[in-house]
C-alpha cells in the first residue's frame, strides 16, 4: 500500500454492520478501527485550492512550485543560483515526515533555470548520528529519477567528513559536513514542529544536529541537561 492508498482509505472510512471503519496513517501502512455507525466524526484538513484539478500528486507538487516562485522574505531561489558554482539540498532521513520525493524535483528545476547543471549540485542526507541510509532507502527518499540524476550522500559525523567553523559562546564546536560547509548555495529542507529542547525542529536543525560532527553533536545535546534555553543557545 502505497502513501496514497494509505490516505485514500483515511478520508473514505466505510461501513461494516453496524460499525464505521476508519484508518489513520501509521509507517507505510495504516491502523483501523471502528466506531458505530451513528456516532458522528469532525474531520481537520488542510484547504487546497480547489482550483488545482488533478491527482493528489501532481496538486502537491503545483503547491511546492507555487511557492519557490512566491518567496516569502527572500529572492527567488533560481535567483539566487545564478553565479553559484556548488549547491547542497539537505534533506531528512526516514526517521523525518518530510515528502522529499514531492520537493525535490522543483527545487532542481529552481536551481537549472538559475544556471546550475545537475553535475553542480549534491543532496546530503541530515543523519546527525542515526545509521546510514541504503540504497533502496535513499532511492525511497529522492525518488528514483532525482537518484538517477543527482548524487545522494548520507552524511558522516566523523572529524574527517567534517569542516570545523568555530566554537559556540555556549562551547560547542562548530563543525559541519564538508560538502555543506563548502557549497555557495545551501537549501535545507525538512519539517516543521514543536520541539522541547530546539523550540521548532526543522531549518536549523537538519544543520545541527543533521550535519554535524560528532563532537558538535554530542557536545550540543549535552547542553539538555542545564535546560532549553542553554540548548538552544548552542544551537
Known amino acids: 500500500m ?3 492508498e494509505i490516505i485514500e482509505l483515511c478520508f473514505y472510512p466505510y461501513k461494516e454492520g453496524a460499525e464505521t471503519i476508519y484508518a489513520l496513517p501509521y509507517g507505510r501502512n495504516a491502523v483501523s478501527f471502528s466506531l458505530p ?11 487546497m485550492d480547489d482550483g488545482l484539478n488533478c491527482d493528489k500528486k501532481e ?12 518567496p516569502t522574505g527572500t529572492s527567488k531561489l533560481s535567483q539566487l543560483a545564478c ?11 526516514g526517521t523525518r ?4 520525493e514531492l520537493l525535490l524535483p522543483a527545487l532542481l528545476e529552481e536551481l537549472n533555470a538559475g544556471g546550475m547543471p545537475d553535475y ?11 545509521r546510514k541510509q541504503t540504497k533502496e532507502e535513499m532511492i525511497c527518499l529522492v525518488g528514483a529519477p532525482v537518484f538517477r540524476r543527482i548524487r545522494v550522500h ?3 559525523a566523523e572529524p574527517e567528513d567534517c569542516v570545523r567553523l568555530g566554537r559556540t559562546s555556549s562551547g560547542t564546536p562548530v563543525e559541519i559536513n564538508r560538502l555543506v560547509a563548502e557549497a555557495d548555495l545551501r537549501i535545507v529542507t525538512g519539517n516543521i514542529e514543536p520541539h522541547a529542547m530546539a523550540g521548532i525542529s526543522g531549518g536549523m536543525k537538519s544543520i545541527v544536529p543533521g550535519t554535524a560532527s560528532r563532537r558538535c553533536i554530542e557536545h550540543n545535546h549535552g547542553l539538555s541537561l542545564h535546560g532549553p534555553r542553554k540548548a538552544r543557545g548552542a544551537g
Open 97 to 100: 515526515l518530510c515528502p522529499s
Open 120 to 130: 553542480a549540485i549534491d543532496i546530503v542526507i541530515a543523519l546527525g548520528l542515526h
Open 154 to 156: 548520507n552524511h558522516s
Open 59 to 70: 496538486r502537491s507538487a503545483q503547491v511546492v512550485r507555487q511557492a519557490l516562485a512566491s
Open 37 to 47: 455507525a451513528n456516532q458522528t466524526c469532525d474531520w481537520i484538513t488542510y484547504q
Open 2 to 4: 502505497n502513501a496514497w
Open 83 to 93: 553565479g553559484r558554482k556548488k549547491a547542497v539540498i539537505v534533506i531528512s532521513d
